[in-house]
């Protein structure tokens, strides 16, 4: 298998960082590799075209994870598929002070590449939507932070979701080690409760609807006021229902004494 550190004449743009790239086809599924001048491993255990499945293991030098500033627990396996470079679980299962044996395994044989996408490095924190209903056809907002855990500005694509569709993206930059608080907008044309995803983190739920807003908002203050014009019924004006059961009791038993001391006075 041949393996080039700057890739070959037709590798597919890598939006990152990368220790080297590799092409595995059918029937030459193992072989020693040379990453430019990196000394490199690329084992893939399986039969020829039968093969639905490869694990792979890449010994990378330290010396070049330092020259890309990846860390060694960040290094990822990327195959490319369908138009895309798509990271694979990707483990350390060795290491000493000159490398790191990285292990892979792919669902199918294509291009591949070590190291790390800038979209990698940023993850998102805290994403929460602004209301939990609104009317069909009204923005609704979505916020969140994204962080950058590696060691070199990232550029990614953040994306909004709602019931797993992609609904509206914003490409962000954040430097190394730094956070920005994205806001992506959107409306639904629909009726309907939707599930809110700034990536993969969960940002609530929202109902949408005709008058849903208003009739979120109309329903609690109807409450309170249903609340207030039942006491004010049931009392009058503003005298406790208990209060005049008290006063007949009491009169009640004012009278049953008068009538007691009449007929003591008649014997």
Do not use: C
């Not at 939990?132 to 969140?144: C, F, H, M, N």
């Amino acid at each position: 298998m041949a393996v080039d550190s700057d890739g070959f004449d037709d590798t597919p743009a890598f939006e990152g960082r990368a220790v080297g790239f590799t092409r595995v086809d059918h029937g030459s599924a193992a072989g020693d590799t040379e990453a430019g001048d990196e000394a490199s491993e690329a084992d893939a255990a399986g039969e020829d075209s039968e093969v639905a499945s490869a694990t792979f293991e890449f010994t990378v030098s330290a010396s070049r994870l330092d020259e890309i500033e990846v860390d060694a627990d960040d290094a990822t396996v990327y195959r490319h598929h369908d138009g895309a470079w798509q990271p694979l679980k990707t483990d350390v299962v060795d290491r000493d002070a000159e490398s790191y044996q990285l292990r892979a395994e792919t669902p199918g044989f294509s291009m591949f590449a070590v190291g790390l996408q800038e979209a990698d490095l940023l993850s998102v924190n805290g994403a929460s939507a602004t209301r939990s209903s609104v009317d069909v056809g009204a923005p609704i907002a979505v916020s969140a932070t994204v962080e950058n855990t590696g060691r070199w500005n990232a550029t990614g694509s953040i994306e909004l979701l709602a019931n797993n569709a992609t609904t509206a993206s914003e490409p962000v930059t954040v430097a190394a080690g730094d956070s920005e608080t994205i806001t992506l907008e959107t409306s639904f044309d629909e009726a309907g409760v939707y599930e809110l995803r700034i990536g993969t983190t969960n940002a609530g739920t929202v109902v949408v609807g005709d008058g849903a807003s208003t009739a979120g908002e109309g329903s609690a203050d109807q409450g309170s006021t249903d609340r207030e014009s039942t006491v004010s019924d049931a009392t009058g004006d503003g005298e406790s229902p208990l209060g005049a059961l008290f006063v007949g009791v009491v009169v009640t038993a004012l009278a049953g004494i008068g009538l007691l001391y009449r007929k003591r006075n008649l014997e």
